[in-house]
Every structure is written in structure tokens, then in C-alpha cells.
């Protein structure tokens, strides 16, 4: 599975941001899918799932209300819709596949909120 982030940038406190990312080489119906992030000099951390079907989403306490991830098998792409979007949250994001034991990462997109 080869997953490609798309959609970072930069943008003022308060805006919004919409991540988007396609998987390739293998449909990921059967994959939760995912992402988290990594600010300079942090470890990764957790930001939002969702299940294979889409009917379980699960999200970091610092985004609940903020970030909606959705998923269309259809296409094979899973996207993180930002909104009110803060300093805290700039962070390079990785979106993520995961099937039992079995882990795929995209390669990272750069988001920056400027204050």
C-alpha cells in the first residue's frame, strides 16, 4: 500500500485546511485508516481515525470539535477536514493504513498556522 498526503499549507489562525489522502497499490476498504502528527522537536502524536466502513471515528482531545476525518472507499482516500485551525496544531500529518499487524505510512504533509 502507498498512501500520498495532499492539501498542507500555510494559513492565519482560525482558517481551515482540508488533508486529503490517496492510497494506491491495494484498495484499503478493509484498512482503518488514519493520522497523526509530528511538530518540530515533538513526537508523533495522534490526531483522528476511522474505521474501514467509516461508521467509528475517533479523535485526539485537542481537535474534538475542530477536525473531521472521513474516508471514500470508492476512491480510495481518506481526508482530515480542518477547521479553526490554532498555532498548536502546525505539525507535519501523516496519514496512516493499518490492518491487524500491518502499519503503512504516507509520506507527510506540512501544515502551519501562523498567529
Known amino acids: 500500500v502507498q498512501l500520498q498526503a495532499s492539501g498542507g499549507g500555510l494559513v492565519q489562525a482560525g482558517g481551515s485546511l482540508r488533508l486529503s489522502c490517496a492510497a494506491s497499490?491495494?484498495?484499503?476498504?478493509?484498512?482503518?485508516m488514519g493520522w497523526f502528527r509530528q511538530a518540530p522537536g515533538k513526537e508523533r502524536e495522534f490526531v483522528a481515525a476511522?474505521?474501514?466502513?467509516?461508521?467509528?471515528?475517533n479523535y485526539a482531545d485537542s481537535v474534538k470539535g475542530r477536525f473531521t476525518i472521513s474516508r471514500d472507499n470508492a476512491k480510495n482516500t481518506v481526508s482530515l477536514q480542518m477547521n479553526n485551525l490554532k498555532p498548536e496544531d502546525t505539525a507535519v500529518y501523516y496519514c496512516?493504513?493499518?490492518?491487524?499487524?500491518?502499519?503503512?505510512w504516507g509520506q507527510g504533509t506540512q501544515v502551519t498556522v501562523s498567529s
Open positions: 496512516y493504513a493499518k490492518q491487524e499487524s500491518a502499519r503503512y
Open positions: 497499490g491495494h484498495t484499503v476498504s478493509r484498512y482503518a
Open positions: 476511522i474505521s474501514s466502513t467509516g461508521g467509528s471515528t
